[in-house]
């Protein structure tokens, strides 16, 4: 079966652009995942869907992050104005109903110069 | 609320020896582990989880994982590491939540393996 699908692979934007992030999960999982991963750290979960619903964004800074996944199947993840340090590899992942495993695509490395 | 505590930023061994990553968690349900693997430049692969099954966990590539509960211990052991070992490892706890399952990532260790 296809993997957890994320682009671009890369992206270099300027601080105060903005930037998104696409994520194609595995088909017929219903949770997904954008974990932020800054270099040297474990992946940080940002915020968890259960299909097109919201069930954890504790840890979004909402100020400039947004994410939706309008038809509960893919997703995107916007950062605007993006800061210096929110330089990082963003991850998607996805899980299976009552399934413990996420899956994780290759994420996507941003750099905000 | 659920945590993961690895102990040492980077582990390095001969080529051959033993390999010892190790985790501790804290989970106020029984909880869910995993270990995953990541290459650089690379997602994050699964090693192996434990889900209130046997104790002794084993995985891919040889590596297996013991979880003791009197010691909120989940430790990664491999007994003869391989140079292909290198890379980075993350030890992680999830518990069931409304919405599915949230999993927590430990801060990683980096497994060095010299020839």
């Known amino acids: 079966e296809a993997g957890v699908a994320q682009s671009p692979r890369y992206k270099i934007i300027e601080k105060r652009q903005s930037v998104a992030f696409w994520c194609n999960p595995i088909?017929?999982?219903?949770?997904l995942y954008w974990y932020q991963q800054i270099l040297g750290q474990g992946p940080k979960l940002l915020i968890q869907?259960?299909?097109?619903?919201?069930?954890?964004d504790s840890q979004l800074p909402k100020d400039r992050f947004s994410a939706e996944r309008l038809k509960g199947v893919d997703s995107t993840l916007k950062i605007q104005p993006a800061k210096l340090e929110d330089s990082a590899v963003y991850l998607c992942?996805?899980?299976?109903?009552?399934?413990?495993?996420?899956?994780f695509g290759q994420g996507t490395r941003l750099t905000v110069v | 609320a659920q945590s993961v505590t690895q102990l040492g930023s980077h582990v390095s061994v001969s080529e051959g020896a033993l390999v010892l990553l190790r985790c501790n968690y804290s989970s106020s349900v029984p909880p869910y582990l995993f270990w995953y693997v990541q290459y650089p430049n690379q997602g994050l692969q699964l090693l192996l989880k434990y889900t209130s099954a046997a104790t002794l966990v084993k995985g891919i590539n040889g590596f297996e994982a013991e979880f003791k509960k009197s010691e909120t211990s989940f430790h990664l052991t491999k007994p003869s590491a391989h140079m292909s070992d290198a890379a980075e490892y993350f030890c992680a706890v999830s518990d069931p939540g409304t919405g599915g399952f949230k999993t927590i990532f430990g801060a990683g260790t980096r497994l060095f393996v010299k020839a």
């Open positions: 992942a996805s899980s299976p109903p009552r399934n413990t495993e996420a899956f």
């Open positions: 088909s017929g999982h219903a949770t």
């Open positions: 869907f259960q299909n097109n619903g919201v069930v954890d």
